[in-house]
């Protein structure tokens, strides 16, 4: 990833922000980084909404909890619709699993990954987006939408097999997820021009997102434990990333996706606007051809 230098922000110690007149959507935060990132945001004083399928964080004031299963697309619909959307100042999300090493299908007919870790956001989205263009958010910015991926990768996806259906692949199946939301924070930023869209790359964190590719035996445990070892934690990410939800210096940069370190970085190559669309496009299709569709 190349660091894109047109994009700059300046950090300030998240405990010295004062959160308290925000309220936040983080849609899968109920682990792992997303879980990281509630926290935090409610401990200095936020008022935030989590989903997620198990709530921890009963004891944390500030954290309310909508439990819902994000392998549905229906189900997202009605989590989205369930959502406090007028008093919504900003959405994060951060639910994703990797991709098993045999095809896995939702009662949906949707291989499981793209469902979880990218469509279940295009339909939230579009239900969210339409409502938050209409105000702006209690620190008098354009309301924001941040999504997580990894951006910046040169992944494009494989278009033509979105559900892999064709042929399947785990890291094929997994980069169509990478591909697609890579595409919504491209294709949005342009369609809604009254929301913030940002794309963040967290890089390697110790979660168990990669629990559906190795199980929850040895392997999972070992491989874990390395990238734990080489790698930021959680808590170490969200400390660095939650000031840029709040920053001024962004307001004008909707579209711009962040690294690890919270720098700003350049596009895939190839992934021109055009592109991006008949990702969005295509998407689509293949929620109607299950009986499926993003409209609110």
């Given at each position: 990833?190349?660091?894109d230098n047109s994009v700059q922000w300046k950090y300030q110690d998240p405990n010295t922000i004062d959160?308290?007149?925000?309220?936040?959507?983080?849609?899968?935060?109920?682990?792992?980084?997303?879980?990281?990132?509630?926290?935090?945001?409610?401990?200095?004083g936020a008022n935030v909404f989590v989903v997620g399928q198990t709530f921890r964080d009963s004891d944390v004031k500030g954290i309310n909890f909508i439990k819902g299963d994000l392998?549905?697309?229906?189900?997202?619909?009605?989590?989205?619709?369930?959502?406090?959307?007028?008093?919504?100042?900003?959405?994060?999300?951060?639910?994703?699993?990797?991709?098993?090493?045999?095809?896995?299908?939702t009662g949906e007919g949707l291989e499981r990954d793209m469902a979880v870790s990218y469509l279940n956001r295009l339909a939230m989205i579009r239900t969210i987006a339409p409502t938050f263009e209409k105000s702006k958010s209690e620190l008098g910015f354009n309301?924001?939408?941040?999504?997580?991926?990894?951006?910046?990768?040169?992944?494009?996806?494989?278009?033509?097999?979105?559900?892999?259906?064709?042929?399947y692949g785990t890291m094929q199946a997994h980069m169509n997820t990478v591909a697609g939301n890579e595409a919504l924070v491209v294709d949005l930023a342009e369609r809604y021009k009254y929301v913030g869209f940002y794309g963040l790359n967290p890089g390697l964190i110790r979660t168990n997102i990669r629990s559906n590719l190795f199980g929850?035996?040895?392997?999972?445990?070992?491989?874990?434990?390395?990238?734990?070892?080489?790698?930021?934690?959680?808590?170490?990410?969200?400390?660095?990333?939650?000031?840029?939800?709040?920053?001024?210096?962004?307001?004008?940069h909707s579209g711009a996706m962040?690294?690890?370190?919270?720098?700003?970085?350049?596009?895939?190559?190839?992934?021109?606007?055009?592109?991006?669309?008949?990702?969005?496009?295509?998407?689509?299709?293949?929620?109607?051809?299950?009986?499926?569709?993003?409209?609110?």
């Open positions: 990833m190349k660091v959160f308290k007149p925000l309220n936040v959507a983080v849609i899968g935060g109920t682990g792992g980084i997303g879980r990281a990132i509630s926290r935090l945001l409610a401990l200095s392998s549905s697309i229906a189900e997202a619909k009605r989590i989205a619709k369930e959502l406090p959307q007028d008093k919504l100042d900003i959405a994060i999300f951060t639910a994703g699993i990797f991709a098993s090493s045999k095809r896995e299908e309301k924001r939408i941040f999504i997580m991926g990894f951006p910046g990768n040169d992944q494009l996806g494989t278009i033509d097999n979105l559900n892999q259906e064709k042929s929850n035996g040895i392997l999972h445990t070992v491989a874990e434990s390395l990238i734990g070892w080489f790698n930021q934690s959680a808590d170490d990410y969200a400390k660095k990333i939650v000031p840029l939800f709040v920053s001024p210096d962004i307001e004008n962040f690294n690890n370190k919270g720098q700003a970085v350049l596009g895939s190559k190839g992934f021109t606007k055009e592109y991006a669309k008949d990702f969005i496009a295509k998407s689509e299709v293949l929620l109607k051809s299950k009986g499926l569709d993003t409209e609110s």
